[in-house]
């Protein structure tokens, strides 16, 4: 089991920066991945940003060039931060963390409770 916790979330202007941290319970190496997701009312969740346990990185068309995702294992403890500049209000949500595994040709997923970010104009 991985347990995730989110923190960063808020209030802030459009244009302005939030970065946001997702804690995992296990270290890097023992995931395959880790992203975020976001939901808007009425919307499905969608990916955002994801990177892999050897960095490789992936975001969704309306984020690149403003959001920039990291991760880092300190103390065996992996942690990724999406760094979300040039804030538009369309980014409200709630964004999820996202951890997964492969075992056996199947995906298992473990998400955060979220964390609401809310852009005013």
């Known amino acids: 089991q991985v347990q995730l916790v989110e923190s960063g979330g808020g209030l802030v202007q459009a244009g302005e920066s939030r970065r946001l941290s997702c804690v995992a319970s296990?270290?890097?190496?023992?995931?395959?991945?880790m992203g975020w997701y976001r939901q808007a009312p009425g919307k499905q969740r969608d990916l955002v940003a994801a990177i892999t346990t050897i960095g490789s990185t992936s975001y969704k068309d309306s984020v690149k060039g403003r959001f920039t995702i990291s991760r880092d294992n300190a103390k065996n403890t992996a942690t990724v931060y999406p760094q979300m500049d040039s804030l538009k209000p369309e980014d409200t949500a709630v964004y999820y963390c996202?951890?997964?595994?492969?075992?056996?040709?199947?995906?298992?997923?473990?998400w955060g409770q979220g964390t609401q970010v809310t852009v005013s104009s």
């Open positions: 296990v270290s890097i190496f023992s995931i395959d991945g």
């Open positions: 996202n951890a997964h595994r492969m075992h056996s040709g199947a995906r298992y997923d473990y």
